[in-house]
């Protein structure tokens, strides 16, 4: 398999999600504070003239897709939300720490027990919500259930 073949078939499946964001700018330093991500692409619309831009976190490929709007009405709202899994209890508790400072925690976290594990909810600059977790197990669910 050349390696062509390879990077077409990591693009099977569940890609990305598409969100409107008014301030591209404060979207990114969000997602960057919040949830490791990176700007992987970037262009403006040739149909639009709105700014688009990729966020990824580098584990899958999966990114965030923002698109520069004049204005958002959030679609993802508490119940509705991204969720990203954190490398310890403690780090979910530092992040709610900063978002809390900033006026961005929807919802203290709280520990639901397996297999829900311990969450937090926070508000994107559009009002998007953004899950923290730690012990969702979410990977080793999908893998025992292939």
Do not use: N
């Not at 990824?56 to 709007?69: A, E």
């Not at 969720?83 to 992040?95: H, M, N, P, T, W």
């Not at 027990?113 to 953004?130: E, K, N, Q, S, V």
């Amino acid at each position: 398999m050349t390696k062509s073949q390879e990077m077409t078939m990591l693009d099977i499946g569940l890609t990305h999600i598409a969100l409107p964001a008014s301030d591209i700018g404060r979207s990114v330093e969000f997602y960057a504070a919040y949830a490791e991500m990176q700007v992987v692409h970037r262009r403006i619309d040739r149909e639009t003239g709105a700014e688009v831009v990729w966020l990824s976190d580098h584990t899958r490929p999966f990114v965030i897709v923002l698109i520069q709007t004049p204005s958002v009405r959030p679609v993802l709202s508490p119940l509705a939300h991204l969720g990203i899994d954190c490398k310890s209890r403690e780090a979910v508790d530092k992040l709610c720490d900063k978002a809390r400072q900033a006026g961005l925690l929807v919802e203290e976290p709280k520990d639901s027990g397996y297999p829900i594990g311990y969450w937090a909810f926070l508000r994107d600059p559009d009002g998007h919500t953004l899950e923290l977790s730690y012990g969702q197990e979410i990977g080793l669910t999908v893998t025992e259930e292939s």
